[in-house]
Every structure is written in structure tokens, then in C-alpha cells.
């Protein structure tokens, strides 16, 4: 049972057993999430054949998983399965995969002992354990090339190892108080851990940090600054993933013993409650997948302009539950719809979070709203978006209510252009928003509205942006 599957299943009581986005025009401000908002959005959803577990996708939209037909893993690519056993009847699983196409596992054997496993151009290396008769699982790897994993062993107790390269180096074990249990979930390239450390028995496990391989673990604080642990077999306290900014997510006990989703802005900061569920991913953009809400939707949680929103993905069928376990930084999330004893893997279409810049130039976001002229917004570049790739026609500006105000055109041509507005050496695409049209359509009240752009890429990726402007008259 996936470990994302074991907190809905907690949550919903069926176990008995064990740059922009500021809070000001000025940017100043500390961010102060609030109380996550809902809003349904479907992007798009694409069944992964053949039926399977699905565990990972990376930044080429390379997604890996395991067959459940003859439990074999796979790497799910232009709509197609590559097995990483050619032959049936070998038995293995895939958990995660680098933005260089290295995978790692389990090589499930027919004598008894399973083991961590890495593949690479279609060579399989097994990798040591820690126990000499343990089951060996590799978890997660980093770009690069450090491996992730844990091995359990009859009357020991579970352990967290890092390999540091796919090589038969033994593995560093992770540090944890004697008698006590890890399970390790993720590392970043930084080599960074998240997981959870418990004792044996299951109750009061805790999530917990890693800053390195050789470093001792650091509990997570919960929602109200105390540990984020759970007090008996029937909650989940557990941390699920890091990026690249030292951001955590995971799941946490509410007051009332319920699983709720749980956003960490540092290992050293009090978790912020994202509402019931889980989150289970975070990319590099900030981007939040996992289970929300009071039927765990399929969910994607956005931080814009202080508040994290939450959108409901949409679920591929009416029954079942659905969890979303993993998403890139170029719009695909992937997870599994489950039913009874049966696995389907989807991947998600989801929009990339973009920074935005309005009224480039001005520190505190002024705009005057006389009616004239129009109002300029900048698509800041970065790793993870090209401004040359936006579809200029497709952009809107406004409060999100489906009739935002498109791009102003100039001789019928949407007026947008690339230039590098904040002298990053990355172009930057800077539009134009008529200030009429954005009165009447209800888009530019005075105040301090919060402005969200939409659109997509030339591939129909779609965009979204905010950021909070500072109107007057």
C-alpha cells in the first residue's frame, strides 16, 4: 500500500490498524498564508497505460511507474510503456527518476530478500543494503545522482540510507535514536532529507529534516509550533518532499487527530494547515499536489499574493480515491485512482505558476485608474518558463471570474513584447491591458486588488500569475 494511499485512508477513518505573490504592492511584506480557497479546474487528464502504479514524473515529462498486471516497472514515455525488464517474470518496481533519465527502485526476488535497485540506459545495478537478509527499497534520487532508500530486516528495525552514486558503495546511514524506525521519502539536490522517524510500534511517529546524509534529524513544528507527530497508530505525522528553496510538504495531525495537508517555508518554520488531506509534492515554481478537501480531491495548492488556493484537478471517475503523488516544473502531475485492490496511474495537466511584474518600474505597484491608456504587466523568464514560448493572443488579466480582460491589440495584434524587464539575462514578455475595458469588466477596483493572469504556452501549457496592485484614483 502506497504511503499516500495509507494517510487518505487514515484521514477518512477507514484503518483500524497501523518574486510576485506578495502581501504587498511593495513586495515588503512577509507572506501570511490564509485559510486555502477553493476553486475547480480541470486542465486535463491522460490515463497512463498499461494499469499501474504510477510514482514519479520528471522535468521531460518522463513518468515512471509499475505495471499491475505482471509487476514490472516501467518508464511511460510518448504515450508508450518501456519496460525495465525486457523479460517477463522478473519482478521490479520503479519509485522515482533524475532529470537524466536514472531510475530507481526495488528488484523484486523470487528468493526471499528484495533489493534496492538503479537503471540506467536499460542496465539494471542492484544496490547494498544495510541488513544482510533485508528488503531494500530506493525511494528518490537527486540530479546528482544521490539515491534515497531505507532496508528492513525481521525484528530490526526500518533504516534510511543514502547511496551516493549508482555504484556498489555502501550506503550512509541516516541518523536516528536507537530503537527507531525511518522512512525516508525524498531528497533535493542540495542532499536535503524529509521523511518521517518513529518507534517501532508505530505511535508517535514524527516528520522530520535531514540537512545531510551525515546529519543529525531535526522534528518538524506542526500547526501549533509543538512537534508535528502523530499520538497514536491512527494519524500521520510524515513529510513527503523538499525542492530546491528548502520548502517541505507533508501531513500533520490537526487539533482533532485528522490528517490535513502541511506546508513547511523552511525545516526551522511552524507548519501552515492547508485544510484536510495531504500534500504530497512540491516543485521548484512553489507548487503544491496532493489530496484536499473534504473528499480529497485530486488537488493543486498555489500560493498567490499571501494565501495558498487550492484547485480541485478534477477525478477520472466518480468512485474510488484518487492520489496525486508527484509534479515537475513544466505542468504535469501524476498519481493514482484506486479502487479496491486495483491501480490506475494519470497524469494531470496543471498551469505553471509564473512571476509577474505589474507596472515594471514601480516599487509600489501604482496604478491610477482614470480610464486611459492602459496597464502593463511583465512575464518575468526563468529556468522554468521561456517567454518566448507564451501564446501573446491567449492572455487575461482580472479577478479570475472566467470574463477577465484580454490583451489589448493594436491594429488587431495582441500588444506583447520581449524584453528583459528586471536585467536578469533572461527575456521577459511584457504586455498590455486596455484601462477601460478593465473598469468595466469589473477587473480594476480601487484598493489593493489582487490581479491574476491567465494564459497558456504555444503548446496549450497553460500560465497563471498574480500579484497585488495598489489602485487609486
Partial sequence: MSRQLLTLLTALGLTATGCSDSTSPSGGAKDVPLAPELSVASFGVTAI?????????????????????????????????????????????????????????????????????AWLDGIMTLL??????????????????????????????????????????????????????????????????????????????????????????LTLKGFD?????????????????????????????????????AYWASAGATAIDLGPGEAASINELGEIVGSGGSLFEPSLWMREAGTFRRFDLGSPDAEGLVSIGSVNNTGTAVGNFILGNESDGF???????????????????????????????????????????????????????????????????????????????LPDVVVEFNMLELMNRGDLPLGNPVLVLLGALRDGTHLRGADVALVQR
Avoid at 516497472?73 to 536514472?102: C, E, H, M, P, Y
Avoid at 497514536?232 to 525542492?243: D, G, H, K, T, V
Fill in 225 to 261: 509550533g509543538a512537534p508535528c507527530e502523530n499520538e497514536s497508530i491512527n494519524e500521520i505525522a510524515l513529510a513527503f518532499a523538499i525542492n530546491e528553496e528548502g520548502e517541505i510538504v507533508g501531513t500533520c495531525p490537526a487539533a482533532d487527530g485528522s490528517a490535513h495537508a
Fill in 128 to 217: 547494498p543494503g544495510f541488513y544482510d537478509a533485508g528488503n531494500s527499497i530506493a525511494m528518490a534520487v537527486n540530479d546528482p545522482g544521490q539515491i534515497l532508500g531505507t532496508d528492513v530486516a525481521a525484528g530490526e528495525p526500518r533504516v534510511g540510507l543514502v547511496w551516493s552514486s549508482k555504484d556498489d558503495q555502501a550506503p550512509t546511514r541516516l541518523e536516528a535514536p536507537d530503537g527507531y524506525s525511518v522512512l525516508p521519502e525524498d531528497i533535493d539536490d542540495a542532499g536535503r532529507i524529509v521523511g518521517q522517524l518513529g518507534p517501532v510500534d508505530g505511535t508517535h511517529g514524527q516528520a522530520v529534516y535531514w540537512s545531510s546524509e551525515s546529519a543529525p534529524p
Fill in 347 to 425: 497524469a494531470w495537466r496543471i498551469p505553471i505558476r509564473v512571476s509577474l511584474d505589474l507596472v515594471p518600474g514601480s516599487a509600489t505597484n501604482t496604478i491610477k485608474r482614470d480610464g486611459r491608456g492602459t496597464v502593463t504587466v511583465a512575464l518575468l523568464g526563468s529556468r522554468w518558463f521561456r517567454a518566448a514560448d507564451v501564446d501573446p493572443a491567449s492572455l487575461t488579466l482580472g479577478n479570475d471570474d472566467g470574463q477577465d480582460t484580454p490583451v489589448a491589440r493594436k491594429k488587431n495584434v495582441p500588444m506583447a513584447k520581449l524584453t528583459d524587464v528586471n536585467r536578469d539575462g
Fill in 49 to 117: 497505460e498499461p494499469p499501474s502504479h504510477v510514482s514519479a514524473v520528471n522535468d521531460e515529462g518522463l513518468i515512471v511507474g509499475t505495471s499491475q498486471t505482471d509487476q514490472r516497472g516501467f518508464v511511460w514515455v510518448n504515450g508508450g510503456a518501456q519496460w525495465l525488464s525486457k523479460q517477463s517474470g522478473i519482478a521490479t518496481a520503479a519509485r522515482d527518476v533524475n532529470s537524466f533519465g536514472l531510475v530507481v527502485g526495488r528488484f523484486i526476488s523470487t528468493l526471499g530478500s528484495d533489493s534496492a535497485a
